[in-house]
Nanobody, 124 residues
Framework: QLQLVESGGGLVQPGGTLKLSCTAS????????IAWFRQAPGQEREGISCISSTSESTKYADSVKGRFTISRDDAKNTAYLQMNSLKPEDTAVYYCAADLRPPDDCNYYGMDYWGKGTLVTVSS
């Protein structure tokens, strides 16, 4: 079965850190760009970060730039989202997704595979 599984979510205080993981099973991530999305209650899902298959290209939404870092370890078939300086407005369900793109490209549309999400709650 081809799937992505997110982990690492939880409850954290404002200013805290979390590291999300996105692990693929049934296929290898080597040639896939990876994107992270989030959906807060009552809001549309938004793309917040992506990384190309070569790791040469990364993108960040303005809302997370300077606080979140995307990375990948193809040997572990896993991508990561390091989240620092978390704010209450970062509370959301976080999803990872993968798609085949040119080696140095990543974006937030046309995703081939999606995970089911992991909940991040930032609250004191």
């Amino acid at each position: 079965q081809l799937q992505l599984v997110e982990s690492g979510g939880g409850l954290v205080q404002p200013g805290g850190t979390l590291k999300l993981s996105c692990t693929a099973s049934g296929f290898t991530l080597d040639f896939y760009a990876i994107a992270w999305f989030r959906q807060a209650p009552g809001q549309e899902r938004e793309g917040i970060s992506c990384i190309s298959s070569t790791s040469e290209s990364t993108k960040y939404a303005d809302s997370v730039k300077g606080r979140f870092t995307i990375s990948r370890d193809d040997a572990k078939n896993t991508a990561y989202l390091q989240m620092n300086s978390l704010k209450p407005e970062d509370t959301a369900v976080y999803y990872c997704a993968a798609d085949l793109r040119p080696p140095d490209d990543c974006n937030y549309y046309g995703m081939d595979y999606w995970g089911k999400g992991t909940l991040v709650t930032v609250s004191s």
